[in-house]
């Protein structure tokens, strides 16, 4: 893959969108990736818990090829949501399942939501009842 960055500084942030930076200047790294799946049969993982996707505005893409994933290994998400399209596709992913969804910031208490949007607040937990239970959400 490739990560973009702007140059020249010490920047907390890159991304594989290349337009994120508003068409200035920037420098490109080649970085090695590797799919979760190979990841998890190679160092014969047995189970996730929690996956954490940051990935700016890529992630339906994400949670699309984490599909048999999410039926096997029941991970709970920390993921930050870009755009409402992906939202939207995202709770289509998970309609058939019982994962609840949680919109999280560094100010309130996580607050249960039926839809994932991109408005104030960009950060979700996606997580099994089970887990909202255990860390006394519901």
């Known amino acids: 893959a490739v990560m973009y960055a702007l140059p020249d500084t010490i920047n907390y942030m890159t991304s594989i969108n290349k337009n994120r930076y508003n068409n200035k200047k920037v420098s490109e790294t080649i970085v090695p ?3 979760l799946s190979s990841f998890i049969k190679r160092n014969q993982i047995e189970k996730v818990d929690l996956i954490k996707i940051d990935v700016e505005e890529h992630e339906y893409e994400v ?3 984490l599909g048999h994933l999410i039926e096997s290994m029941r991970p709970d ?3 930050e949501i870009i755009g409402d399209e992906n939202g939207k596709n995202i709770k289509k992913l998970f309609a ?3 994962y609840i ?3 999280i910031d560094e100010i309130n208490q996580p607050q249960m939501v039926n839809n994932i949007l991109d408005k104030e607040h960009h950060n979700y937990l996606i997580c099994l009842p089970e887990t909202a239970k ?4 519901i």
């Open 101 to 103: 969804f949680f919109v």
């Open 33 to 35: 990736t590797v799919t």
């Open 77 to 79: 998400f920390l993921v």
């Open 134 to 137: 255990k860390i006394n959400l």
């Open 96 to 98: 058939n399942t019982d």
């Open 63 to 65: 949670f699309e090829g």
